[in-house]
Structures are given as C-alpha cells and as structure tokens.
C-alpha cells in the first residue's frame, strides 16, 4: 500500500533530540480507517514490526526478539532494570550523563540494589574501574548505561563495556535510544543483550511507541524473577505477544503504522547511506558553529556523530531564548542542554533532513545572533 499525501504539510526542521522531522508519507500513514487493534490484520503488521525492529541491529531471530510498549523512551529503562534483575542481587549503572542517571533514579524508586558508578558528563567511563567494581562486587548481575548520552553527545565505549559484563556473567542493558536505526549496532559484535529505542527518533515516526531488542532466552528466564511492576513487566509483556500475537493492552495504533511506513523508508534508504547522511548533518551542524566561533563540551573524536552541545558565548546580549524564538518562527527549533554545571545549548543531526536544511538554519541563526546585537564570532572570556 503506497502512501497518499493529500496536501503538504508545513516542514519544520527539529534540531532538538526527538522527536525528529518526520516525511510527509509517515505523517499520513496515520490516517487509515478505523481499527479495533485485537483484530488479527493488525496482529499481523505487529508481527512484521517486531521482526524489522531486531533486523535494524543486525538481530540473529533465533537468539533475540522485540518486545513493544507504549510510551516514551523512559519505559524501557524502566522495563530494563526492573524486570531482568535477579533476587539478591545488584545493578551497576555506568553513569556519565543525565539518561544514565534516569536509570540511577529508576532503581531508586524501585528499591533496586545498585551502584552508580558516576563518571564527568564530558568523559569516558574509566574501564578499569569498571572491572574492578565488577571483580568486587560478584553480585552484581545486570550492568546497564547509555550509548550516546543524549544531553552532552558523548559516545560510550558500549562493546567494551559489554565485553567486561559478560566477563563477570552480567546481562548488559543499553540505552540506545538517541543512536538506534542511525548509527550502525550490531548487538552480537557489540555485545549487547538488551538496547531499545522509541519510534520517534531515529526512526523519524512518532511518540508512543517504545520497544526492547534483547534476548530471548534472557527474557524467558525472567520469568522466575521478582515482580516490580504490573504495566511494565518484560516477560509479562513478551509472553502476553507470544501467545496472542497482541500487545497486553491498548498499543497506539496510529504511531505503530507509521512506524510500518517509517520502517520502509528505512530500508529503503539503507543502514550505510542513512548513517551517511546523518553524518552530513552532523558536520554541517559542526561548520556552522564553528564559523561563527562557537565552542562545544565535548572532544570531536568521543562525539556520538549525533548532538553537538556548544557552549553559551559570553557575551551580554546572548540570550538563547531570543535566538530560540527568532529561529522558532521560522521553523527551526533548537534546544536548551543538559549539563547542570554549563550553560549549553543542543543541535541535533535526527530526523528527515540533510545539510541543506543546516546550512538554511545558519543563516536564519546568523540573523538572530545579528538582530539580538551578538558580536560575531562569538567570545568567550
Ligand atoms: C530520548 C531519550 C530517552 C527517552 O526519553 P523520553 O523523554 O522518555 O522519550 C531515553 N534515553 C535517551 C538516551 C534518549 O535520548
């Protein structure tokens, strides 16, 4: 079924990190008629879905399985670190940044034993410290943290990290939510027994679809362990589809067909040439900033290829509001950071767009820094 696009929609371009630019053909792949979701057409679209949903990281279908949710991209965490933890035993959170620390806070609330092993927002995990909290602490059994930290940019060594989790049998949990269907996984080399994501970013549809790649024998097991919570048990919801074909309760049927149409013009486009074109923006997001003398938080070389945080000039007439709002009204959004100790703001390379739509964006953002009486290049004492 080809897509109708009836009329153009207007074409925002969101630098923020997710949701993301959607195509127009994802927009009106919403618009269908009315269904009751328990009907079997669209257990059958399901059932496409979560296969793609595992192919996307190279996923072996024997080994590993998709398990959908509705909800943003915080229920996976919370579904992760709930679920897969055993009785009497421990998490460890490598943490560097604010999605991390969601995690910390969701074994808070859950009463979950864990360590949160805290590293500077603009740096690496130390990987010898991280084997040595695992060789001091056998009973730790699910070591999780965040691929692309979201709120800086930075990169994490995830295969490495999974490597040393696996060396102190510990399930490894990772939040791929800002790099998953953009930048290339691949969850046996990397390592990884659970990553997840939601529909609205990298794969450019909509909010209300989340979803967990992991393993299924991981999940089967999981059976036996304590429950924390009825709406977001992972087995529980595993096992309700398996057998029914049917998410456990109301999943969002609109999101979850354009997340269909948005899954074809992934493949259409390709892994390789996706993560090309994401890379494009990226770099334009870099030039841009860079000609106009801005400073970013974090290294080039340990940047996740995906969000660049710069840092507010000094400048006394700076206001990221005003700038905010001039490039808003004229259709480009950008975003406040996430670091508490910097003021930073973030451009982001998500979405269905490319450097032109960069390049555009600097001359309505070179406008605002003129009209607000911001010196060009921008200072910093
Ligand atoms: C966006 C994002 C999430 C999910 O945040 P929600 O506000 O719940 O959608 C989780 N982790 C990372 C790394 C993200 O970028």
Redesign the pocket.
Known sequence: MSIKVPYEVKRNVLLN??PSTTTDTVKFAQIVPDICPREAEFGGLMKGLREDLVKIVHGDLNEYTSVLFC???????DVCLNSLLPEGKKVLVINNGA?ST?AVEICEYYGLPHIDLKFPVDQRPDLDLVEKTLRENPDIALVHT?????GTGILNPIREIGALAHKYDAVFTV????TYAMRPIDVSKDNIDFCMA?A??GLMAF?GL?FIVGKTAIIKESANYPKRSYYCNLFMQYDFFERTGEMHFTPPVQTIYATIQALKEYWAEGEEAKWARHTRVFNAIHEGLDELGFKDVIKRDEQAGLVVSAIYPDDPNWSFEKVHDYCYERGFTIYPGKISTTNTFRLCALGAIDEGDIRDFFKVFREALDTTGVTVPVMYK
Do not use: V
């Open positions: 990190p997710g909800g943003s991209g915080t229920i996976n965490i999605y969601r965040t691929h692309n930290e979201t939040d791929t939510t800002s939601s609205q970013k909010t989340s």
